[in-house]
């Protein structure tokens, strides 16, 4: 079946502009996770919902970003007034709520200049 | 504390046996994962091992966890050049009340043909 799909691939952003990344989780997936890979940092849980519950935002690295997931699937990862350290690659990944195996999308490359 | 470590960089030949290494912190983690990550693509689940086991073979991979040590290795037998990529374990701390993965920061395996 379809795996976990994220678009844009690549975005270039102008600093001080507002962005979106969307995720499309695995099908009847209830668990869908945020992570942020850059080359200081590493592999960075950023944000994760699970159902109806509130999400579980510990690792947003600050009140610029947010994130929604409306009706259960589709997510949407938004930073605001994008700095040129919000480069990287941002990765979703989506799980059966009761399992511990995370699938991950291919990533959107931000790049902000 | 949450923190992974591995080794950044590993040469093998082709056919021989490659292992990766990892020490994590949290012994709250109930689940030990290994990622692989081909350039330019997202993260693959390869395995992933339950704290109460000390083993796991699945095909060329063979998973061995140590908890006394806080220890994790990944052997991958009859190493290929398609094997060529970047490891990645993650620990999944067992005390919260998410999934989320805390990743190390990748040993990157490179295979001689």
């Known amino acids: 079946g379809a795996g976990v799909s994220q678009s844009p691939s690549n975005k270039v952003t102008e600093k001080g502009k507002d962005v979106e990344l969307r995720c499309d989780p695995i099908s009847g997936h209830t668990a869908l996770y945020w992570y942020r890979q850059s080359l200081g940092q590493g592999l960075e849980f950023l944000i994760y919902?699970?159902?109806?519950?509130?999400?579980?935002k510990s690792g947003l690295p600050s009140d610029r970003f947010s994130a929604e997931r409306t009706g259960g699937s589709v997510s949407t990862l938004t930073i605001q007034r994008t700095q040129q350290e919000d480069s990287a690659v941002y990765l979703c990944?989506?799980?059966?709520?009761?399992?511990?195996?995370?699938?991950f999308g291919p990533g959107t490359r931000l790049t902000v200049t | 504390g949450e923190d992974v470590e591995q080794s950044l960089f590993l040469s093998v030949r082709e056919g021989d046996s490659s292992v990766i290494n990892c020490t994590y912190t949290?012994?709250?983690?109930?689940?030990l994962y290994w990622y692989k990550q081909e350039p330019g693509a997202g993260l693959q689940l390869l395995t992933y091992i339950f704290s109460n086991m000390d083993m796991k073979q699945d095909q060329r991979l063979t998973v061995l966890l140590n908890k006394k040590d806080k220890h994790l290795s990944l052997r991958i037998a009859d190493t290929q050049t398609g094997d060529s990529a970047i490891y990645f374990c993650a620990e999944s701390p067992g005390g919260g009340a998410t999934n989320k993965l805390i990743f190390g920061t990748g040993t990157l395996l490179a295979v001689q043909p």
């Open positions: 949290d012994s709250s983690s109930t689940y």
């Open positions: 919902f699970q159902g109806n519950s509130a999400p579980d």
């Open positions: 990944a989506s799980s059966l709520g009761t399992t511990r195996e995370q699938y």
